[in-house]
């Protein structure tokens, strides 16, 4: 399975101020995705990206407030803008190989 | 649409005990299905998956899941639990032909010395 590591692993940032996470991949992979993990919740998927086309976000996510990139087909990029304390949580990407997704070990964000 | 329901939301059981962590779900077509855990300050790591074929998948630490077509459930199992073993257990399904899982709740798995 493929190995995945995210920087930052945790961060405080004051409110108002913006983030980029990072998901690097040790293999190719074609899809990535980013997922929310509030406190105490369970995940809630907020984009796919793909290489090479704009990323999808799902239902209650804009890409104004979670700007993704993806450059290549081993890295990824979500920025957190604009944040407030709501925003506080685990950003978890993940990639699909064989029909399975595996994750990242999380950044873990406190907003202030 | 698909949903997942993880009923118990904690479960303590004592170290050595056998455990089952159950999930349900719903859907009108074909799923995958995945039990993953979260260790505190980790992320998930993938415990056990069933695409196709035997319905008893076994997966790593000596936990099991039974695919169970009929009840569409998938019940996590482990005969003899360690205090290692206590974590966040997440079930999650998959559509086939798809990329999109819904995750449970989450059971939190609590072993006591």
């Known amino acids: 399975s493929a190995v995945i590591s995210q920087k930052p692993s945790r961060d405080i940032c004051q409110r108002g101020t913006s983030l980029t996470i990072q998901c690097q991949v040790d293999s190719q992979v074609t899809m990535m995705f980013w997922y929310r993990q509030q406190p105490g919740q369970s995940l809630t998927l907020i984009a796919t990206?793909?290489?090479?086309?704009?990323?999808?976000?799902e239902s209650g996510f804009v890409i104004d407030k979670f700007p993704i990139s993806r450059p290549n087909l081993t890295f990824s990029t979500l920025t957190v803008s604009n944040m407030s304390p709501e925003d506080s949580s685990i950003y978890l990407c993940?990639?699909?190989?064989?029909?399975?997704?595996?994750f990242g070990p999380g950044t873990r964000l406190l907003v202030l | 649409a698909q949903s997942v329901t993880q009923l118990d939301s904690q479960v303590p059981v004592f170290e050595e005990a056998p455990v089952e962590l159950r999930c349900n779900y719903s859907?009108?077509?074909?799923?995958?299905l995945f039990w993953y855990v979260q260790y505190p300050n980790q992320g998930l790591q993938l415990l056990l998956k069933?695409?196709?074929?035997?319905?008893l998948v076994k997966g790593i630490n000596g936990f099991e899941a039974e695919f169970n077509k009929s009840q569409t459930s998938f019940h996590l199992r482990k005969p003899s639990v360690h205090i290692s073993d206590t974590a966040e257990y997440f079930c999650a399904v998959g559509k086939k032909g798809t990329y999109k899982y819904i995750f449970g709740t989450g059971t939190r798995l609590k072993v006591l010395a």
């Open positions: 993940s990639v699909e190989q064989g029909e399975t997704q595996y």
């Open positions: 990206a793909n290489q090479g086309s704009e990323a999808t976000y």
């Open positions: 859907s009108s077509v074909s799923v995958y």
């Open positions: 069933y695409l196709s074929g035997s319905t």
